[in-house]
């Protein structure tokens, strides 16, 4: 049963004359761009792939995985391994994709985005687990649960993605694999791995990244892990950005057995943060454990394939302050559970057809509580209680028939229902006199709410010739609200400023009456390339989303919210909000290529790439959305001769001048980085240097969010975190690594 299993993702859009016009003026660009990276996190040098391999097929014809559209994008095992000469934040990878950006967090846990939604609408499995809130502000998400070097491979789904991708997300999907099975001929058991050693001026980081397996033809045991620190590192100009240090270890142990056309794996592994500064956060991580299980079956049948997923994840999470950049006593303490399963059925029912069933569940636990703090009047006698005993539970069930016309045409069609039910216990604060009317009413409500969620896709494609591909997705996206969106119920000013993921020193507050939003994206993905992909490749995906009850936020105008009424009007000032849905929309276009430039024995092979992004997002009611990327781009130059490989990247970031009224959210210019790159590889040594940031630039970060701790103005506390300064990137700095393979 000959169905094929198609190519890369792409995505795009059917847009208004509107859009047409910019994305027609981007593509006159087109020629001298290839494909890249994001360059929010400046000082990364992206090698992402334009077209991802074509999967396998089963034995019955059907495609292994889900249909890969044609705006996704992959990174590969070798680029995120390459990546740790210049980062440890998994997040940041995401930065180097075509509409890719990293929201600015810790050192290791920035918040990935893709074509304007970040955070939780983008939703992050690895092997097959998801991660849900173990923080108020989020700073553990789920990418930091594996040091770069772990990653043995990474697609991004778009907004128009099949539904058997997943579901309860509305801007993307990350699926991230981690010590996949390896397995060697024969009986004998072989063992082969690797270990690095890396240095970064900028910071003093350093750290190790190790892996090993030991295999034969059907055992396979892994490990893989990591651990990496690193200081408060330096602006252009030289100031040192306080809050930035961290600490940071990783490990996953997996081991699989395979039984003729059966693959069964079982992966445990855990994380350790002792420390990690948060200068777009009012506090530090002090502490962060957790452990993990998941078990893996795969099986291929005359039918098609079948796949299941177990899994359970548990996490110990403290935030305070970390001296000498921050001072005081305030420990915040979180309990996270989740558990979950996933169940998928590929079924080649012809020699054109494949269809798809699946069916999911997705538990999360979380207690959130504040111990008091001994001799405080405002900070005790009692416990503060944030989320008491919350509970979200997901239920989700799809369909999805994969049609193949013939050899020119395939269309995939899918639908899916997400049950999400959540709750949550009575809550108390610090004390009754500051506290107590707050608590009163959130606790005569009722919290429970049941959200049912239908999601729906469907994507046609159109292959001309071996040279162009023409891809059109249509789908809704739904994403229920998080805990603290829905349950974080103080409108004291503290309280308020201890709640929010979005680094812009705003407080937030939640609401009971929050609907899910439903994302309606349309998206159209053009790829031209030389038959044998190898001298140049373009691709070109617009893209459109109206968001139907957007979860975005307004001022607080309760009658107990602080600093009224001039937190209604105030514009250069930080100010309390309170989460709102409101429809909203977002278009884009992403632009990557890439074009071979020589190819001699002598001087050996040059290539050029580039990638250039857009991106715009707002309100109906005419608010701009929060930390939208401005237009920004890459241009490099590859070269390798014999054991040499080396880079030469520039990357171009405009001026961000559409920032989000209601929060206050401050502007940055324009810059522009160099950046160098170069290893040599001989036998089983590898030694890779880099220079980020070449000419020392000083520039802000897009989304690098408020800096709290470097500026301050005296206030009643003493002093208070100054409004107006944005985070600075990192300046220049050399970067060292060496790998041993064995």
Same mark, same amino acid.
């Given at each position: 049963?000959?169905?094929?299993?198609?190519?890369?993702?792409?995505?795009?859009?059917?847009?208004?004359?509107?859009?047409?016009?910019?994305?027609?003026?981007?593509?006159?660009?087109?020629?001298?761009l290839t494909f890249g990276a994001r360059a929010q996190t400046a000082v990364e040098l992206p090698t992402?792939?334009?077209?991802?391999?074509?999967?396998?097929?089963?034995?019955?014809?059907?495609?292994?995985?889900?249909?890969?559209?044609?705006? &996704?994008?992959?990174?590969?095992?070798?680029?995120?391994?390459?990546?740790?000469?210049?980062?440890?934040?998994?997040?940041?990878?995401?930065?180097?994709?075509?509409?890719?950006?990293?929201?600015?967090?810790?050192?290791?846990?920035?918040?990935?985005?893709?074509?304007?939604?970040?955070?939780?609408?983008?939703q992050v499995s690895i092997n097959g687990m998801l991660f849900g809130l173990a923080c108020p502000n989020?700073?553990?998400?789920?990418?930091?649960?594996?040091?770069?070097?772990?990653?043995?491979?990474?697609?991004?789904?778009?907004?128009?993605?099949?539904?058997?991708?997943?579901?309860?997300?509305?801007?993307?999907?990350?699926?991230?694999?981690?010590?996949?099975?390896?397995?060697?001929?024969?009986?004998?058991?072989?063992?082969?791995?690797?270990?690095?050693?890396?240095?970064?001026?900028?910071?003093?980081?350093?750290?190790?990244?190790?892996?090993?397996?030991?295999?034969?033809?059907?055992? $396979?045991?892994?490990?893989?892990?990591?651990?990496?620190?690193?200081?408060? /590192?330096?602006?252009?100009?030289?100031?040192?950005?306080? $809050?930035?240090?961290?600490?940071?270890?990783?490990?996953?142990?997996?081991?699989?057995?395979?039984?003729?056309?059966?693959?069964?794996?079982?992966?445990?592994?855990?994380?350790?943060?002792?420390?990690?500064?948060?200068?777009?956060?009012?506090?530090d991580l002090v502490e962060n454990k957790s452990i993990f299980g998941n078990a893996r079956y795969e099986?291929?049948?005359?039918?098609?394939?079948?796949?299941?997923?177990?899994?359970?994840? =548990?996490?110990?999470?403290?935030?305070?302050?970390?001296?000498?950049?921050?001072?005081?006593?305030?420990?915040?303490?979180?309990?996270?559970? *989740?558990?979950?399963?996933?169940?998928?059925?590929?079924?080649?029912?012809?020699?054109?057809?494949?269809?798809?069933?699946?069916?999911?569940?997705?538990?999360?636990?979380?207690?959130?509580?504040?111990?008091?703090?001994?001799?405080?009047?405002?900070?005790?006698?009692? &416990?503060?209680?944030?989320?008491?005993?919350?509970?979200?539970?997901?239920?989700?069930?799809?369909?999805?028939?994969?049609?193949?016309?013939? *050899?020119?045409?395939?269309?995939?069609?899918?639908?899916?229902?997400?049950?999400?039910?959540?709750?949550?216990?009575?809550?108390?604060?610090?004390?009754?006199?500051? /506290?107590?009317?707050?608590?009163?009413?959130?606790?005569?409500?009722?919290?429970?709410?049941?959200?049912?969620?239908?999601?729906?896709?469907?994507?046609? =494609?159109?292959?001309?010739?071996?040279?162009?591909? +023409?891809?059109?997705?249509?789908?809704?996206?739904?994403?229920?609200?998080?805990?603290?969106?829905?349950?974080?119920?103080?409108?004291?000013?503290?309280?308020?400023?201890?709640?929010?993921?979005?680094?812009?020193?705003?407080?937030?507050?939640?609401?009971?009456?929050?609907?899910?939003?439903?994302?309606?994206?349309?998206?159209?993905?053009?790829?031209?390339?030389?038959?044998?992909?190898?001298?140049?490749?373009?691709?070109?995906?617009?893209?459109?989303?109206?968001?139907?009850? +957007?979860?975005?936020?307004?001022?607080?105008?309760?009658?107990?919210?602080?600093?009224?009424?001039?937190?209604?009007?105030?514009?250069?000032?930080?100010?309390?909000?309170?989460?709102?849905?409101?429809?909203?929309?977002? +278009?884009?276009?992403?632009?990557?290529?890439?074009?071979?430039?020589?190819?001699?024995? &002598?001087?050996?092979?040059?290539?050029?790439?580039?990638?250039?992004?857009?991106?715009?997002?707002?309100?109906?009611?005419?608010?701009?959305?929060?930390?939208?990327?401005?237009?920004?781009?890459?241009?490099?130059?590859?070269?390798?001769?014999?054991?040499?490989?080396?880079?030469?990247?520039?990357?171009?970031?405009?001026?961000?001048?559409?920032?989000?009224?209601?929060?206050?959210?401050?502007?940055?210019?324009?810059?522009?980085?160099?950046?160098?790159?170069?290893?040599?590889?001989? *036998?089983?040594?590898?030694?890779?240097?880099?220079?980020?940031?070449?000419?020392?630039?000083?520039?802000?970060?897009?989304?690098?969010?408020?800096?709290?701790?470097?500026?301050?103005?005296?206030?009643?506390?003493?002093?208070?975190?100054?409004?107006?300064?944005?985070?600075?990137?990192?300046?220049?700095?050399?970067?060292?690594?060496?790998?041993?393979?064995?």
């Open positions: 049963m000959p169905i094929q299993s198609r190519n890369t993702l792409r995505r795009a859009l059917h847009l208004t004359s509107a859009l047409v016009r910019p994305s027609l003026a981007i593509l006159c660009m087109a020629p001298l992402i792939v334009v077209r991802p391999e074509t999967p396998s097929t089963t034995a019955g014809g059907a495609s292994d995985g889900p249909f890969t559209p044609a705006d &996704t994008a992959t990174i590969s095992g070798v680029q995120a391994q390459g990546a740790t000469l210049s980062t440890s934040d998994s997040g940041s990878l995401i930065s180097r994709i075509p509409g890719g950006a990293a929201w600015g967090a810790g050192g290791v846990s920035s918040l990935p985005a893709v074509n304007g939604m970040g955070a939780d609408r983008v989020e700073m553990n998400p789920p990418l930091s649960f594996v040091n770069p070097a772990m990653i043995a491979g990474a697609r991004v789904y778009m907004g128009t993605a099949p539904v058997s991708v997943g579901g309860d997300y509305t801007g993307a999907k990350v699926d991230v694999s981690v010590a996949p099975a390896q397995f060697t001929p024969g009986q004998a058991l072989t063992t082969h791995g690797s270990v690095s050693g890396f240095f970064r001026s900028n910071g003093d980081g350093y750290g190790v990244d190790a892996n090993v397996t030991v295999s034969n033809e059907d055992t $396979s045991v892994t490990y893989t892990g990591g651990w990496a620190r690193a200081s408060d /590192y330096t602006a252009g100009d030289g100031t040192t950005i306080k $809050s930035t240090m961290y600490e940071t270890q990783n490990h996953a142990l997996s081991v699989s057995k395979k039984l003729q056309d059966q693959l069964f794996t079982f992966q445990i592994g855990g994380q350790f943060i002792p420390s990690e500064g948060y200068v777009n956060q009012y506090m099986g291929l049948f005359d039918w098609g394939k079948l796949e299941a997923t177990v899994f359970a994840n =548990r996490v110990r999470h403290t935030m305070g302050f970390i001296e000498p950049d921050k001072s005081g006593d305030m420990p915040m303490d979180t309990r996270s559970t *989740d558990l979950g399963y996933a169940v998928k059925g590929t079924f080649g029912v012809s020699a054109h057809d494949v269809i798809r069933l699946g069916n999911e569940l997705y538990y999360n636990n979380l207690d959130d509580w504040w111990p008091p703090v001994e001799g405080s009047m405002m900070m005790g006698p009692d &416990t503060f209680i944030t989320i008491n005993n919350g509970q979200r539970l997901r239920l989700g069930t799809f369909g999805e028939w994969e049609r193949h016309i013939d *050899d020119k045409w395939t269309a995939v069609f899918g639908l899916r229902n997400d049950i999400v039910w959540m709750n949550t216990g009575d809550v108390q604060g610090y004390n009754e006199m500051m /506290y107590g009317q707050n608590a009163a009413l959130f606790n005569a409500q009722d919290h429970a709410r049941t959200d049912f969620n239908v999601d729906a896709s469907a994507i046609l =494609r159109y292959e001309a010739n071996e040279s162009s591909l +023409y891809e059109l997705g249509l789908a809704r996206k739904t994403r229920s609200p998080n805990f603290y969106e829905r349950y974080a119920w103080s409108t004291n000013a503290m309280a308020m400023s201890m709640i929010g993921w979005f680094g812009d020193g705003n407080g937030y507050v939640g609401n009971l009456d929050l609907a899910p939003e439903a994302a309606h994206t349309v998206s159209f993905t053009a790829t031209w390339h030389d038959p044998a992909k190898k001298v140049w490749e373009l691709r070109v995906s617009p893209y459109y989303s109206y968001v139907l009850d +957007y979860i975005d936020a307004d001022r607080c105008a309760l009658s107990t919210c602080p600093n009224l009424p001039g937190n209604l009007t105030t514009t250069d000032n930080f100010v309390y909000l309170q989460f709102a849905n409101h429809d909203a929309w977002l +278009y884009g276009v992403n632009i990557d290529g890439k074009l071979a430039l020589w190819d001699d024995a &002598t001087y050996g092979k040059g290539a050029f790439r580039g990638s250039l992004n857009f991106v715009q997002g707002q309100r109906t009611d005419g608010v701009n959305l929060y930390h939208m990327m401005p237009l920004n781009g890459v241009v490099a130059i590859d070269h390798s001769l014999g054991h040499w490989s080396s880079s030469l990247e520039l990357q171009l970031v405009s001026s961000k001048t559409l920032v989000s009224q209601v929060r206050n959210e401050v502007e940055t210019s324009a810059y522009a980085l160099l950046n160098f790159r170069t290893s040599y590889e001989l *036998d089983m040594v590898k030694v890779d240097f880099g220079v980020d940031n070449i000419f020392d630039t000083n520039y802000d970060l897009p989304l690098g969010g408020a800096n709290l701790v470097n500026y301050q103005v005296a206030s009643m506390m003493g002093s208070s975190a100054a409004w107006g300064y944005p985070v600075a990137g990192m300046g220049r700095s050399f970067n060292t690594r060496v790998t041993v393979k064995f």
